[in-house]
């Protein structure tokens, strides 16, 4: 939340600029919802709680097994993780792990090849997919 939002001077694309300047400094949390408030204005006060019990809800969501295979395994398939040494990571099989924010297990043949900027597209694409908006989450290559 950014407070204080009566006191700035504001132009016609003000918001879009602080956002991107704030998006800019955290670089990389970029998922993280930006809300700019007045508490001595009252200006978007009830926004701030809705977009935390919604950011709450986001952690303790649950994505069911055939739903997020049939959604992330073609992802996966059409831009598969890049080779390396000459081998070819084949993802088979992907689950989400008990716990309190999202966890996901994707088992693969070889998971020490897979590096993070491919476990930072995984992540996302399940951001986009199934609306994990403020939330971290963790992934996991696990041997098949």
Known sequence: MVNKWDLIDKE????RDYT???K???????????????VL????????????????????????THKLNDVMLPIIENRPPPS????YVKIKFCTQLPGYYPQF???????????DPYKRFIENQL????DFEGVPITIFMRKK
């Open 12 to 15: 016609t694309n003000s918001v």
């Open 20 to 22: 991107l300047k704030i």
């Open 24 to 38: 800019e400094a955290m670089e990389p949390f970029t998922d993280v919802p930006i809300i700019f408030i007045s």
């Open 41 to 64: 204005e009252k200006q978007r006060i009830f926004k701030a709680i809705e977009t935390a019990v919604k950011v709450f809800e986001n952690r303790s969501k649950r994505v069911p």
């Open 84 to 87: 390396l040494k000459g081998k």
């Open 105 to 115: 297990a994707f088992f693969c043949n070889l998971p020490q090849y897979v590096k």
């Open 127 to 130: 951001r986009s997919q199934f």
